[in-house]
C-alpha cells in the first residue's frame, strides 16, 4: 500500500496544475488518469490572453493570475526538460471599421489596459491581412501553452515516479477509502479534477456546469506567417512551418457528437473574411468545455471531514486559472484558509439541497 496524502483524480490542465501545486507544497499525491488523447485540455489552443476583446476590459484578475501562470509553466518546463509555455507572443486583433478603431484607441488612451496594450501597440495592419483591414491591436504579454507537449510530458514524468495510476473512478466508487484501496494507494484527500465528468460525480453531481462543445482545425496556411496568434472570432495559433491550428467554435447542443463540416466551414470563412490568403484544413477535432454559468472556476470540499475536494470550472481559460487556484485550493485543504467566495463552489450551495437559484 503507497501510503499518500492526496489522490488526484484526472490530468488535464486542472491536474496538472494540482500535482503542481501539491508539488510545491511538499505533500505527496498520487494521480489516476486513463490517459486517453483526447478531452478538452488536450484538444485546447492553449492560449491565455489578458484582455477580453469583446469588451475591451482587462480578463477576470488577470494581473494577479498572469504571474503565477508564467511562474508555473515556467517551473514545470524546467523540471520536465520541455518547451510547452510560449510566452510573449503577440495576439493581433485586426481592425476592419472605423468606429471599432475609435474604440480601440479610446480604450488604450485612458490607460485602463497597461501593460498589455497601450496607445502605441495600435498600428498599421501587417501585410497578411485581408484588404480593408484599418490597422491592429497588438495584445502584449500573451501567448500559448503547447498543451499536448505538456500532458505527455507530465504522464511520462509521473510514470517515471510511479506516481500514475492508468484508468477511470467509477462515479459509484467516489469514497477516498475505496477508491485508494482499489489502485493500492492510502490517501487522507481526493482531488476530483475530471472536468466535465464531474456530471456523474454523486458528491459533486450538482455543480452547475454550462459544458460548451468546441472545434478546432488543422489547417495549412499559403505564406508564411509570424509568430503571432491571429484572433477574430477565431484564433491562428504560430504553427509548425504552414501548419498552424485554427479555433474554435462554441456550440451548446450535440456536445459529443464530434466534429461536423459546418464548424469547419465556419471556422474556416472567418479566416478567409480576415487573411490575405485562405487556410485550408487537414484535420478537426473537438472536446467540450466545463464552463459555468459566472464564468469562474469551481473549488470546493464536500462536506466536513470526508476529504472529498473539487477543482474544476475552468471553461474557457484553462491555462490562465488552474495555477494561481490550484494553489488556493490546497491552501484550503491544509491550511483553512478561506476559499475565495467568487470560486467557491458553495456560491451554488442551495444547488446542493435542491433548490435550484
Ligand atoms: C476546442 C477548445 C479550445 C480551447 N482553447 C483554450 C485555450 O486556447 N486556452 C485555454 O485556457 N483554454 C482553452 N480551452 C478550455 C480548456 O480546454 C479547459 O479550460 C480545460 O481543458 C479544462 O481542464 P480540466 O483539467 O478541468 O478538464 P479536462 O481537460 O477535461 O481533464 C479532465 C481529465 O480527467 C480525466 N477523467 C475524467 N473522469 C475521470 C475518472 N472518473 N477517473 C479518472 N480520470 C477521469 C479525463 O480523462 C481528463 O484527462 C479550450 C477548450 C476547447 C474544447
Same mark, same amino acid.
Given at each position: 500500500m503507497i501510503r499518500i496524502e492526496a489522490l488526484v483524480v484526472g490530468l488535464g490542465i486542472a491536474g496538472i496544475n494540482m500535482c503542481r501545486a501539491l508539488e510545491e507544497a511538499g505533500i505527496a499525491y498520487h494521480v489516476i488518469d486513463p490517459c486517453a488523447d483526447s478531452g478538452s485540455s488536450f484538444i485546447a489552443g492553449g492560449i491565455y490572453n489578458p484582455i477580453v476583446i469583446k469588451r475591451k476590459v482587462k480578463s477576470w484578475r488577470v494581473d494577479e493570475l498572469f504571474p503565477k501562470l508564467v511562474e508555473t509553466y515556467t517551473a514545470i518546463d524546467a523540471q520536465l526538460g520541455i518547451r510547452s509555455l510560449y510566452h510573449e507572443v503577440p495576439i493581433i486583433k485586426p481592425i476592419f471599421s472605423d468606429d471599432e478603431l475609435h474604440e480601440w484607441r479610446t480604450a488604450a488612451d485612458s490607460g485602463t489596459l497597461a501593460p498589455y496594450i497601450t496607445p502605441s501597440d495600435i498600428t498599421a495592419p501587417d501585410p497578411h491581412l485581408a484588404d480593408g483591414a484599418l490597422a491592429q491591436v497588438n495584445i502584449r504579454h500573451s501567448g500559448f501553452v503547447d498543451l499536448r507537449a505538456l500532458i505527455t510530458a507530465y504522464r511520462q514524468y509521473l510514470i517515471g515516479s510511479g506516481r500514475l495510476t492508468v484508468g477511470s473512478i467509477g462515479p459509484e466508487r467516489a469514497e477516498a477509502e475505496q477508491v485508494a484501496a482499489d489502485h493500492g494507494v492510502h490517501s487522507m484527500h481526493t482531488i476530483w479534477c475530471t472536468g466535465t465528468d464531474v456530471r456523474h460525480h454523486p458528491h459533486f453531481g450538482w455543480v452547475p456546469l454550462r459544458p460548451t462543445k468546441g472545434q478546432m482545425l488543422t489547417v495549412v496556411a499559403q505564406d508564411d506567417l509570424p509568430q503571432a496568434i491571429y484572433n477574430k472570432e477565431f484564433y491562428l495559433l504560430p504553427g509548425n512551418g504552414r501548419t498552424h491550428r485554427l479555433g474554435a467554435t462554441y456550440e451548446w447542443h450535440d456536445l459529443y457528437s464530434g466534429p461536423t463540416q459546418a464548424a469547419t466551414d465556419e471556422l474556416i470563412g472567418r479566416v478567409t473574411r480576415t487573411m490575405r490568403h485562405p487556410v485550408t484544413a487537414i484535420d478537426a477535432q473537438t472536446a467540450v468545455r466545463p464552463n459555468v454559468a459566472d464564468r469562474r472556476p469551481l473549488l470546493g470540499s464536500y !462536506?466536513? !471531514?470526508? !476529504?472529498q475536494h473539487l477543482f474544476n470550472g475552468m471553461g474557457s481559460k484553462g491555462v490562465m486559472l488552474a495555477p494561481y487556484f490550484a494553489h488556493q485550493l490546497v491552501r484550503h485543504i491544509w491550511h483553512a484558509e478561506p476559499l475565495d467566495p467568487e470560486v467557491d463552489m458553495m456560491r451554488f450551495g442551495k444547488r446542493m439541497y435542491g433548490r435550484n437559484e
Open positions: !462536506g466536513y !471531514g470526508t !476529504g
